[in-house]
């Protein structure tokens, strides 16, 4: 059983920020496509960013205020945000996914992690 275990939301001012942290093995931070998703109350989940071995991806509403980076030597992904804004609300999870011609895709999820923008 893969575990994706992500940590550092909570409750911020807006503008404020807060860095998420996912720790998991180090076979599939470092091999995995790793990404940010996050969902908001009624709504659907969405990417936030993605980081794999060409590069960064990012939703055009992270582009300016957030980064994803990872942490090899320490099995970890973050996510640093800033200037978070009330419509950033929402459960942010962690997500590995992979795609091989002969074994098809494997997907892995974390528990998700509530960040919250309120004054």
């Known amino acids: 059983q893969v575990q994706l275990v992500e940590s550092g939301g909570g409750l911020v001012q807006p503008g404020g920020s807060l860095r998420l942290s996912c720790v998991g093995p180090e076979n599939i931070i470092t091999i995995y496509r790793m990404a940010w998703y996050r969902q908001a109350p009624g709504k659907q989940r969405e990417l936030v960013a993605s980081?794999?071995?060409?590069?960064?991806n990012y939703a055009r509403f992270a582009e300016d205020r957030f980064i994803i980076s990872r942490d090899n030597p320490n099995n970890r992904i973050y996510l640093q945000m800033n200037s978070l804004k009330p419509e950033d609300t929402a459960v942010y999870y962690c997500n590995a996914f992979r795609k091989r011609l002969i074994v098809g895709t494997t997907e892995y999820w974390g528990q998700g992690t509530q960040v919250t923008v309120s004054s």
């Open positions: 980081v794999d071995n060409f590069g960064t």
